[in-house]
């Protein structure tokens, strides 16, 4: 597989049981201390795209890709400063299983000397990467062994594959530091993102009614058009070389059958029309799990790239304004709660595999076959979801936190709007894919995101909790 390398800057509940494993990076005595000590970072690419065919992520019926688009890829920053070390990794995925994170980030730590706590694997939520993990990648493998006698479409043990190349690329940009310079700020981008969910005159609330539906009210909740921005130069030069973008826009813009990155793709190629060949955008999801591109005031919709175009030109246009940051004081905090799971009965999930199996979906109306897809998915847990929150902050000013899963976005935007730092970046998707993540509201409301839910109402709110908490608790121990 290809690499590349280049150095830069780099609610609470009585029946939740929340069991916090906190981790902080060691801070010496003085902020004067910690601030003298000069910080280093390199990011690193490296190629994760599976071999053709593969059967892709994203929809509910079996596809297999028949090309390439652009490549998939895996993109990791390190930061040190002192004895002090963080990683995060950009990966053109739908999802991050739970085995790969786990396995890619204790195999990483044992290399490079990180702490696993230190580091985070992010996916983008690309619709057209792999279905690698699963109940649908289990019910898909399990019907072709079934028939063929063996997966004829899983030639090679992509997970695995996986984590060693996360490691990799994790242990190259760890070896490959320099002294780095960072800026960072916030842009504003109104016209991409809508939320997806909408109030109908029938009184229900739908995902995706349809443009211009006549049924609708309003939409059912706001969009975050906060651009996060963290640019990355050699301590030496004014030249950007790498940026951390973080943008609330679900990655479902791209159709047909062939690997891509969705429109992060375009932004880096825009990027680096004004910023060099070696320019790496590192994109993170912002928490967007009921926001999408679709305008229902219209029949007309942006393009892949048109999308990608335009929030590059928004990240360019904002970049000569962004604040240096000063007196870098890197440290993480990271968080594990226990959410409850949904639950259901022996006949529940034997009649979920049943319908899964029907091999005549129309027989099924398309929320039925979620359900189905959701009980199996929550068959896979263990009676409760260990949820990650992890907290990076690179001065008094910036953090960037990571959660798992879909989050709906009034969520990220009460993470932000609670934090102390000026700056806060509000990252989905860190780690596990364990589904969408809504709020009470939504539970209450329904319609697909909360039927494709495998936490209990409230579970989505200790994300908040958890990560106002570790942003203060780093907020106060700043120098």
Do not use: W
């Not at 880096?268 to 790496?280: I, M, V």
């Not at 219209?298 to 790239?305: A, G």
Request: aromatic share 6%; with cysteine.
């Amino acid at each position: 597989a290809g690499m590349s390398v280049f150095m830069g800057n780099s609610i609470t509940s009585a029946l939740i049981k929340v069991i916090v494993h906190v981790t902080l990076l060691s801070l010496v005595a003085t902020g004067h201390a910690v601030g003298a000590e000069q910080l280093r970072a390199a990011i690193a690419t490296i190629d994760i795209t599976p071999p053709i065919p593969y059967r892709l992520c994203g929809h509910f019926s079996e596809r297999l890709s028949t090309g390439i688009n652009d490549p998939l890829l895996a993109k990791a920053v390190v930061f040190k400063q002192g004895d002090r070390a963080a990683a995060l990794v950009f990966c053109d995925l739908a999802q991050i299983s739970l085995d790969v994170s786990t396995r890619a980030r204790a195999r990483a730590s044992r290399e490079v000397g990180m702490p696993v706590e230190h580091i985070a694997i992010v996916a983008t939520h690309s619709h057209t990467g792999p279905l690698y993990f699963g109940a649908l990648r289990k019910h898909f493998h399990e019907r072709a062994v079934q028939k063929h006698g063996t997966d004829i479409y899983e030639t090679v043990d992509y997970s695995s594959e996986l984590v060693e190349k996360l490691a990799t690329v994790i242990g190259r940009a760890a070896n490959s530091t320099s002294p780095v310079r960072l800026e960072a700020g916030i842009a504003l981008e109104n016209r991409l993102s809508f939320n997806r969910r909408f109030h109908m005159k029938s009184g229900a609330v739908r995902f995706n009614p349809g443009a211009q539906n006549p049924n609708i009210i309003r939409p059912a909740g706001p969009i975050d058009p906060e651009v996060g921005i963290v640019t990355l130069s050699a301590a030496d030069s004014a030249e950007h070389v790498g940026a951390i973008v973080s943008f609330a826009l679900h990655l479902d813009t791209m159709n047909g059958t062939r690997y891509s990155a969705d429109f992060p793709a375009v932004v880096q190629d825009e990027l680096r029309r004004s910023y060099g060949e070696k320019f790496a955008s590192l994109f993170g999801a912002g928490t967007c799990g009921d926001i999408n591109h679709i305008d229902v005031q219209s029949h007309d919709r942006l393009t892949t790239q048109q999308i990608g175009t335009m929030l590059a030109a928004t990240i360019a246009q904002k970049m000569p304004a962004l604040s240096p940051l000063e007196n870098v004081s890197l440290a993480v905090r990271s968080a594990k709660v226990n959410a409850p799971l949904q639950t259901f009965s022996s006949e529940q999930i034997a009649q979920a595999r049943d319908n899964l199996n029907n091999e005549q979906p129309r027989k099924l109306t398309f929320l039925e076959r979620v359900e189905a897809y959701k009980i199996l998915a929550v068959d896979l847990r263990a009676g409760s979801l260990p949820m990650e929150v992890q907290v990076f902050r690179l001065n008094s000013d910036v953090a960037i936190v990571t959660l798992p899963g879909e989050v709906f976005v009034d969520l990220g935007i009460a993470i932000k709007t609670a934090s102390p730092f000026k700056t806060t970046l509000v990252i989905e998707l860190a780690n596990d894919g364990p589904g969408y993540f809504p709020t009470r509201r939504a539970f209450v409301e329904g319609s697909y995101e909360t039927v494709n839910s495998r936490v209990k109402p409230g579970g989505s709110e200790m994300l908040v909790e958890t990560a106002i908490e570790l942003l203060t608790d780093l907020a106060d121990d700043a120098p």
